[in-house]
Every structure is written in C-alpha cells, then in structure tokens.
C-alpha cells in the first residue's frame, strides 16, 4: 500500500461510493449506496434514527470497510490505500467522541488548547514534544475562529457542552483535513449552544472555501444556511440526493420520515413540523 494522499481536486470526487453495502451479522445497515461528493461541497446527510446514516458516515472516515462495492476518499479506495495516513486527512467530530485520555483530564485539568493540541497528533493524550510555537499559535487561532477566542486556559471539563462541540471542531481542524464530518455535533446541546455551533460552522464555509463538509443529523432546524447539498437515506437505501434546494421539499421529507410533513424556510434555514389536517 502506498502511504502518499494527495486530495487534487483535479483527481477526482472528495468522496465516491459506489453499491456500498454494509452488513454485520446478517443485518443490512447499507444497501447499494451510490454518492458523489465533489471537493469544496457541503452536504448533510438526514434519514429517522437507523437508516443508516452513522454507517454511512463511518465509511467516509475510512473507519468502516463495505461488505461490498467500492468506497474512494480523497481519491483513494478504501482496501487499498493506508488507512492511518489518509485519516490524517479526514477531520470527523461527534458528539460521543472521547477527545483525551479521561484520567489525564481529571487528573491534570488539561486545557482547552491543549485538547485543540492533540488534534495535530491524533493522539488521545499530549505529545508534548511535538507541539512548538507554530502548533500552538495554529490551537489559539482556531479557537478564535470558532468564537472560544478565551476559553485556551480554561479546563476543558468545565466548558459547557456548546464550548465543547466547538473545540471538537478546533480539534479536527489542526490536522488541516480537506474534509470536515459531523456526526450529530449538536446532540445534547441546549438552543444557545446548538446556534453557536451551526453559526460557527456557517463561519467555516465563508473562511475556508476549500473545506468539504458533512454533517449527519435527523433535525432539520440543525441544517446550516450555508448546506449546498442533502443527502435523504430510508431503510438503508438512499431516497434522494442532489442540490439542497431540489431535495429538501416537504414531499421528500414526508417519504423519508413517514409521515406527512409541512416545510418552511427563512433566513436560509430550514423549518419543519407535522401537516395537521384542516378541519
């Protein structure tokens, strides 16, 4: 296997798959998915809860092989490309992810820039002598970025779970992935904080143009403004994809959740709730 990842656009799609099938002990997660994910792109991913979305997601990170059919990421296929290389490429956040070693958190009250930190080393502890001025100066920038300009030297086990979500972004960016994915980033968060973190990756399409993202989600509250790009998966099958606008109407969404749904739109955000019947 050659260890050299290269993401030329020229080269082709950020992410292809092709007849993806995922099955684990007799139980289909995937069924046949085809998707195209050009570089530069910002796609979310929505379906009801075990359609198949976090698996799909995980075939993306290059964490997860098919059972068949054929994944690329990056330009590279899965199978036949080193598998700790071209995750140095692939940023992924979720909101269940262990960032650092929990002992080490209690123990020594590690720092939020230091957790930004360990996202150049993708380590789940400090490497201390790998971070220098440079590594350092990149952590505090990203943190401003992703507005916790002050939160550098505070512990990280005291931030609230708004301030976490955005540091696990701050994270994923130190390795400078050419593509970003998010698994349900916004669980658990509370109105203020999910709108700081959708606002924060809104921000990252404006400041970083060349960033691929994914966001999985079943909230269609949690889509940004900035989504080109939605991806419908029922029964692990995909049910719709394209251009934002073509795939998220109010029929699509009614087949993908199974039930009969009103969509609206403002400021660039989505809106979606039950279609009562008129008496």
């Known amino acids: 296997m050659g260890s050299q990842i290269n993401h030329d656009r020229s080269a082709g799609a950020a992410l292809e798959v092709t007849g993806v099938t ?108 790998r971070y220098g001025p440079r590594e350092r100066d990149r952590a505090d920038a990203l943190l401003a970025d992703l507005g916790c300009k002050d939160l550098g030297d505070r512990p990280f086990r005291v931030c609230s779970q708004g301030e976490r979500g955005r540091v696990r972004i701050a994270r994923a960016l130190m390795a400078d992935p050419a593509i970003l994915l998010l698994d349900e980033p916004f669980a658990g968060l509370d109105l203020p904080g999910r709108e700081d973190l959708i606002t924060a990756i809104e921000d990252l399409a404006g400041s970083r143009p060349a960033l691929t993202t994914v966001l999985v989600t079943h909230h269609l509250e949690e889509v940004p403004a900035t989504t080109t790009h939605a991806l419908l998966v029922r029964d692990a099958r995909v049910l719709a994809a394209g251009p934002v606008d073509e795939v998220l109407t109010g029929e699509n969404l009614s087949e993908c959740f199974g039930r009969r749904l009103a969509l609206a739109r403002a400021d660039g955000r989505w809106y979606v709730r039950a279609a009562r019947p008129r008496l």
Do not use: F
């Open 22 to 129: 995922v099955k684990v002990v007799g139980r289909t997660l995937l069924a046949g998915i085809d998707w195209r994910v050009e570089y530069g792109e910002h796609w979310v991913v929505l379906g009801p809860n075990g359609a198949g979305k976090t698996t799909l997601l995980s075939v993306a990170a290059a964490v997860r092989h098919p059972s068949s059919g054929t994944a690329r990421v990056l330009g590279h296929r899965l199978g036949r490309v080193d598998l700790r290389e071209l995750r140095r490429h692939i940023g992924l956040v979720a909101a269940s992810q262990r960032l650092v070693d929990e002992e080490l958190m209690e123990e020594e009250g590690l720092t939020t820039q230091t957790v930004v930190l360990t996202g150049y080393t993708g380590s789940s502890a400090p490497l201390w002598d």
